[in-house]
């Protein structure tokens, strides 16, 4: 039997989180979901690296999604979301792909496709 994929989604906002957790899960992905990008950071600390890193840009308070996917972007593949324009995530480079807000299922898909 094959392994599943595991993804460490990282989104403050929690309906979003949600959405997109249950569309991975239906897409076959093991998801754990972070609210910050302080919590994901435990969560990496203490379990073994997922197969894939999908965060959010823009969180409240001090979370920072671009320090977290520079910071493990070496280390595993990256896919980074924001509402912000495309042209302001040309530091994403390697491993690192860029889903522009709101996305679909489709898109979704292909972004994980490329990724993995």
Same mark, same amino acid.
């Given at each position: 039997?094959?392994?599943?994929?595991?993804?460490?989604?990282?989104? *403050?906002?929690?309906?979003?989180?949600?959405?997109?957790?249950?569309?991975?899960?239906? +897409?076959?992905?093991?998801?754990? $979901? @972070? %609210?910050?990008?302080?919590?994901?950071?435990?969560?990496?600390?203490?379990?073994?690296?997922?197969?894939?890193?999908?965060?959010?840009?823009?969180?409240?308070?001090?979370? *920072?999604?671009?320090?977290?996917?520079?910071?493990?972007?070496?280390?595993?593949?990256? +896919?980074?979301?924001?509402?912000? $324009? @495309? %042209?302001?995530?040309?530091?994403?480079?390697?491993?690192?792909?860029?889903?522009?807000?709101?996305?679909?299922?489709?898109?979704?898909?292909?972004?994980?496709?490329?990724?993995?």
């Amino acid at each position: 039997m094959a392994t599943q994929r595991t993804i460490l989604l990282v989104e *403050d906002e929690p309906m979003i989180r949600d959405v997109t957790t249950w569309t991975l899960e239906d +897409l076959g992905y093991v998801v754990h $979901a @972070a %609210a910050s990008r302080e919590e994901a950071e435990k969560w990496l600390a203490e379990n073994d690296a997922p197969d894939l890193l999908f965060t959010d840009m823009r969180m409240k308070g001090e979370s *920072d999604g671009r320090e977290l996917a520079e910071r493990y972007g070496k280390d595993m593949p990256v +896919l980074v979301t924001s509402g912000e $324009a @495309a %042209a302001q995530h040309t530091w994403l480079g390697g491993n690192m792909r860029y889903l522009p807000k709101p996305y679909d299922r489709k898109s979704l898909r292909v972004a994980l496709d490329a990724l993995l």
